[in-house]
């Protein structure tokens, strides 16, 4: 019988990453990939091999002490070699409680995993980013799967099967759930930051990016001929070496030329992408991705892209 | 009430130093205070402040690690439990076991905090494998923790929502850095840390190593740090949608 | 910015060889505490949109004032060149601010040794943890240098001290609690303790300055001004020598805070070089942007070795006036320096940016201030030419 790689997550759509990220590995490794569900089958879940059901809890919707519980349960009688996990927050407990349970080793949010059969490896950051280690644990193992790196299967599940895990005592009880306020967000400590320049023609266009921002979950900054020479933004706004230092996640930089009065206040973002009609413009240097173009044409674009994705 | 609060001396991300091949220095390396242990001390010292009782700080490390166990004693915690051990040659597993043996022995706690993940290393492995040992209740990432006799109320902090459980004492809970503001000790403070106690343990003999599969770090390289300056192609909506791919690959747009 | 550096870790580890840690340990938090409660409002107490108080308050709650003090009047005991220390994190953190505690910090140590118990009783613990803020008002509008002719006179009147006269350029005034003011009785300059507000206290117009501006400085007018004779500090017709001594102290203080508002314009300097690019290249390629960063790097080392020179032999019970007068006008002159070059290498941008030429404009005043540059040479030049050989 061929080994198993098995993958779930709690999230329909990161379910089906990590099923991607276990038919990478159920590839290397000759091994067949199981899509593991708890409770009740889930129709947006796909599946690139067969689907395991464990039968038990009140599914679909299980808290991670169940689903860790379960999945531990059938693991010890299917033996699986590996257990992929999406690495939401709820699945990196997941994963870290599975790990004592089944005392495997636990590769924690990691992209490019892989296996020769014996090992599982994977890519992952440390020290605030500064390094990327490669980690690596003999099978059986468990890791969980940085979401958003790997694309969502499409496939359909060629059979299924089921194990009974019995119900699952839970100490921890959900009394309630509160989607989270897009409150204004602080500059400083925004994750992601959309920041107008000059090719921004007018105040009005202004809460076109600021629903990009919203969209992002992000706020809106802008470089200063926005808010010292034409008053359309609070000087709070003003990122750049005379005003605000931010470092996000994200810097979207929006008709921007990109002097260094301005990229001194954002160079230490993680990612930069930017959008400005001149190929040659200096901001182009400072950024990750870029696309020359018309911003009044690609916002609503990119808005439509974001849309998509959900 | 007894709060355990788990604190580590993690390398300083700051201060490391990447040698001529790439790699990260950590052979001594400037360590400190994990980052978001502060908001662990200070949520234990809340509900300290609250309920009437006692601070404990447990770390596992080398003797270097005192100085941030100092730390956590000058915020107002009571005394240190510090199990000894290299933390080159711990992993996550064994840490867990090490602080649930120590937290075991110097019990019961009714609470045991941590933060929701180291700075240096952020697996977030730690704090739910030692619920998992502790064999008590597990609640991570809160962002807020009441509790009313022997139930706890905790606000989680998931990605797009705030979801609120309720758990019996014991608790074992990590939590998130926006759970609160930590205080600053007072220079007087400092100085009278140091005459606080802290116990010393030895790991080896609190959870002996083995009996389970070790994850190691094979390579390490320090990230490439010059933008990319990847022009994306195509037409409006093809360029939009491979931006938004790209950046989604990334990881820095939520879902 | 990280204000507690390694650089200060190391002449920790030289001074302070056998409790170091402790004390790196100290500063490194209260350097942290003013990274990340003083150091973002810096501009902000510039350009007169942030208030002083809260943030003075928050330093004194710290313990920033307990420093040097013994444990028995509810200070830290620790050595002097820490609180020196500690004021050119403060310098770099905020010149204002380092210069309303640092002046504060003067009366407390006047209180402590010349005060008598009583008066250390009243005053020295509440001055120390920040209960009262405190003023030190020597200096009027025609005597600066030559205290000793100041006009200011004090006369014994049943059972009190009547003051009259006007003091000039007074950090904190309005503001403080208690004044270490000095007025001349029959028997010459004389030290008293003035308590705030008072009948006969009377403040001028916050006066407009160059620099320091989160700071708040006023005259002072003394008109019929009652204290008790118990608020007398030490003898009678001895305050210009108390004066004198508690100047020495202070100096290598300012020295400090001075180095410290030279660090942060140099880092300024040092980042905006390495980014600016000009005629195809960083001008930090230049030997001319070379040559500033090496000359301002030297200045700040040596500013930093004098002042704290000067406080170990303070500490150790040496005289130490001459050196407190070196590091005083070295440290001083060279902030200068330092902050104009930083302006210069910041070119346009140095001379529009309010954050960044407010360096030199809170350094310009400590040439003048706590003993200006000429007389305290002077004071150098003469302790030299007396030496026996």
């Known amino acids: 019988m061929s080994p198993e790689v098995w993958a779930y997550s709690e999230s329909e759509a990161v379910s089906n990453e990590v099923a991607s990220a276990a038919a990478d590995v159920a590839k290397m490794s000759s091994a067949d990939v199981v899509v593991v569900e708890i409770g009740a089958n889930r129709s947006g879940v796909k599946a690139p091999g067969t689907k395991l059901l464990l039968k038990g809890p009140a599914g679909p919707e299980v808290s991670p002490e169940v689903a860790a519980e379960a999945i531990a349960r059938a693991a010890k009688q299917r033996r699986p070699a590996a257990i992929l996990i999406g690495a939401t927050r709820n699945g990196r407990e997941i994963g870290a409680r599975l790990a004592a349970k089944l005392m495997f080793g636990c590769l924690s949010e990691v992209s490019r995993v892989a296996s020769d059969g014996t090992t599982l490896s994977g890519e992952r950051n440390a020290f605030a980013g500064k390094v990327v280690a490669k980690v690596e644990c003999a099978l059986p193992a468990v890791a969980t799967v940085k979401v958003g790196y790997y694309p969502a299967t499409g496939s359909s599940p060629q059979g299924e099967s089921e194990v009974d895990v019995g119900a699952v005592q839970a100490l921890v009880s959900v009394v309630g759930r509160d989607k989270k306020a897009v409150g204004a967000v602080d500059l400083k400590s925004a994750k992601v930051i959309v920041a107008a320049g000059r090719g921004v023609k007018r105040k009005e266009d202004l809460p076109m990016l600021e629903d990009l921002a919203k969209d992002m979950h992000g706020a809106l900054g802008c470089s200063r001929p926005l808010s010292s020479d034409l008053g359309w933004l609070p000087e709070e706004h003003h990122i750049g070496l005379t005003g605000v230092s931010v470092k996000p996640d994200l810097y979207l930089a929006i008709g921007i030329s990109g002097q260094l009065q301005h990229t001194a206040g954002m160079k230490d973002s993680k990612v930069v992408a930017a959008i400005n009609t001149d190929k040659d413009a200096p901001i182009f240097q400072a950024s990750d991705y870029g696309i020359v173009g018309d911003l009044y044409q690609l916002v609503p674009a990119i808005k439509r892209a974001l849309a998509a994705r959900r | ?255 | 910015m990280v204000i507690y550096t390694p650089e200060h870790r190391r002449l920790m580890e030289m001074f302070e060889p056998a409790r170091h840690q402790e004390y790196s340990d100290i500063l490194s938090s209260l350097g942290g505490f003013m990274e990340k409660q003083i150091l973002p409002i810096s501009s902000k107490l510039d350009n007169g949109t942030a208030s002083i108080k809260g943030p003075r308050r928050a330093l004194f709650e710290q313990g920033m004032s307990q420093i040097p003090f013994p444990a028995k009047h509810g200070g830290l005991g620790l050595p002097f060149s820490v609180y020196a220390t500690a004021v050119e994190l403060l310098g770099a953190a905020d010149a204002s601010i380092a210069l309303s505690v640092e002046i504060h910090n003067a009366v407390a140590e006047g209180v402590f040794r010349y005060g008598n118990d009583a008066q250390k009783e009243a005053y020295l613990e509440s001055i120390i943890t920040g209960k009262k803020l405190a003023s030190f008002a020597l200096t009027e509008p025609a005597s600066g240098s030559d205290a000793g002719t100041m006009a200011t006179t004090a006369e014994k009147k049943a059972g009190e001290f009547v003051i009259n006269g006007s003091k000039m350029f007074i950090t904190n005034a309005g503001e403080a609690d208690v004044y270490f003011v000095f007025a001349k009785t029959k028997k010459g300059p004389s030290a008293f303790l003035l308590d705030a507000p008072n009948k006969g206290l009377k403040f001028g117009e916050e006066l407009p300055k160059l620099g320091m501006r989160g700071s708040k400085t006023r005259e002072v007018l003394l008109s019929d001004c009652c204290v008790p004779e118990q608020n007398l500090v030490g003898e009678e017709g001895k305050g210009a020598d108390f004066a004198k001594e508690m100047l020495h102290g202070a100096r290598i203080v300012v020295a400090a805070l001075n180095v410290g508002i030279s660090q942060v314009a140099y880092g300024k300097a040092l980042t905006y070089a390495k980014h600016r690019r000009a005629f195809g290249k960083s001008i930090s390629e230049f030997q001319l942007t070379r040559e500033k960063i090496a000359d301002m790097k030297s200045g700040i080392s040596a500013g930093r070795l004098l002042y704290l020179y000067a406080a170990k032999l303070k500490e150790l019970g040496h005289d130490y006036s001459s050196e407190a007068s070196q590091a005083k006008v070295f440290a001083t002159e060279m902030s200068l320096k330092v902050c104009d070059s930083a302006i210069q290498i910041h070119g346009g941008y140095g001379y529009t940016t309010d954050d960044l030429h407010r360096h030199w404009r809170d350094a310009r005043l400590l040439t003048i201030g706590e003993g200006t540059s000429e007389v305290l040479r002077m004071l150098i030049a003469r302790r030299e030419l007396a030496r026996s050989t």
Do not use: W
């Open chain 2, 1 to 255: 009430m007894k709060i355990a609060v788990c604190v580590k001396n993690a390398v300083d991300e700051t201060e490391l130093k990447i040698d001529s091949g790439g790699k990260p220095v950590l052979t001594g390396a400037v360590t400190r205070m994990s980052a978001f242990d502060k908001n662990a001390v200070e949520e234990g010292l809340r509900l300290k402040a609250a309920h009437q009782g006692e601070v404990v700080i447990f770390t596992v490390g080398p003797p270097e690690s005192k100085k941030t166990m100092k730390e956590a004693l000058a915020m107002g915690a009571d005394r240190g439990v510090l199990v000894a051990g290299d933390p080159t040659a711990i992993d996550t597993m064994r840490t867990a076991s090490m602080l649930s043996a120590a937290i075991k022995k110097s019990g019961p706690f009714d609470v045991v905090l941590c933060s929701e993940g180291s700075s240096d290393a952020y697996s977030g492995q730690v704090p739910p494998m030692l619920g998992e040992m502790m064999g008590t209740a597990f609640v991570s990432y809160a962002r807020r923790i009441v509790v009313d006799g022997q139930t706890a109320r905790v606000e989680r902090s998931l990605e797009d929502s705030v979801e609120v459980v309720e758990a019996p004492l014991p608790l074992t809970a990590s939590v998130v850095s926006e759970i609160n503001e930590p205080r600053y000790p007072t220079l007087i403070q400092i100085m009278q840390a140091g005459k606080k106690p802290i116990e010393e343990l030895n790991g080896d003999q609190l959870s002996p190593a083995g009996g389970y599969r070790q994850a190691s770090t094979a390579a390490m390289s320090a990230q490439h740090s010059a933008r990319k300056h990847i022009m994306i192609e195509g037409s409006l909506d093809e360029a939009a949608v491979k931006l938004v791919d790209a950046l989604t690959k990334e990881g820095v747009l939520s879902k």
